[in-house]
């Protein structure tokens, strides 16, 4: 069973719509939770992060934590062309690794 | 703020030659990561320096892979000798302490042949 698994895409959506993404993680321990966002040919840069249940709002990104169903989620809402990246989900224990899925690809369609 | 910086961009060697990449962390991370993509996979970490000191290496493939940090600056990481499955994508990272917000490296492709 995979550490951090990403359901696969890539997500096609219409400019204005919301993209949603989902992640879901094996280790019942896991503490903090990430996503990134990458460019292709570019670094992984951090978006969101979240350590508790709930949501967490940054501008247009809502990130959902459910620790009891082993689930995060990320919703962009007003999608805008320059959200078309890979977006990755990153999972700690409080070891100071993350695990990453392999990334779900955003399509924003203007 | 300067980022994190890897050098080379890209590298292409040949099976059983060496290579060297480098890290430069933000100035004051004494956090620094190594993590690799190999296509098709996820980025998988390597491993983890507080600022010279190996804190975690649990995720080094072999020992082929070597990774140094110099008086707590700079690291690099060599691999001796190459082999094919060794390609892929090596990011470095770094961080402040007890602060997962890492802020990675454009990362060095490297390509064994």
């Known amino acids: 069973q995979k550490e951090v698994e990403q359901n696969s895409g890539p997500l096609s959506v219409p400019e204005g719509a919301i993209a949603s993404l989902n992640c879901t993680y094996s280790?019942?321990?896991?503490?903090?939770f990430f996503w990134y966002r990458q460019y292709s040919g570019k670094s992984p840069e951090l978006i969101m992060s979240i350590y508790s249940n709930g949501d967490k709002e940054d501008g247009r990104f809502t990130a959902q934590l459910n620790k009891a169903s082993q689930y995060v989620s990320l919703l962009i809402r007003d999608s805008q062309p320059s959200d078309s990246a890979t977006y990755l989900c990153?999972?700690?224990?409080?070891?100071?690794?993350?695990?990453f899925g392999k990334g779900n690809q955003v399509v924003v369609i203007p | 703020e300067a980022g994190v910086t890897q050098f080379p961009s890209h590298s292409v060697i040949e099976k059983g030659q060496t290579v060297t990449l480098r890290c430069d962390p933000i100035s004051g991370h004494d956090n620094l990561y190594w993590y690799r993509r190999v296509m098709g996979k996820e980025i998988k970490f390597l491993l983890h320096?507080?600022?010279?000191?190996?804190?975690?290496e649990s995720g080094m493939p072999n020992n082929r892979f070597l990774a140094e940090r110099t008086g707590g600056t700079y690291s690099t990481l060599k691999v001796q000798p190459a082999e094919l499955e060794d390609s892929g994508v090596y990011f470095c990272?770094?961080?402040?302490?007890?602060?997962?917000?890492?802020?990675f490296g454009s990362g060095t492709r490297l390509t064994v042949v």
């Open positions: 280790d019942r321990g896991s503490q903090s």
């Open positions: 320096f507080v600022k010279e000191s190996k804190q975690d």
């Open positions: 990153a999972v700690s224990n409080g070891n100071n690794r993350l695990a």
């Open positions: 990272a770094s961080s402040l302490p007890f602060n997962y917000g890492y802020t």
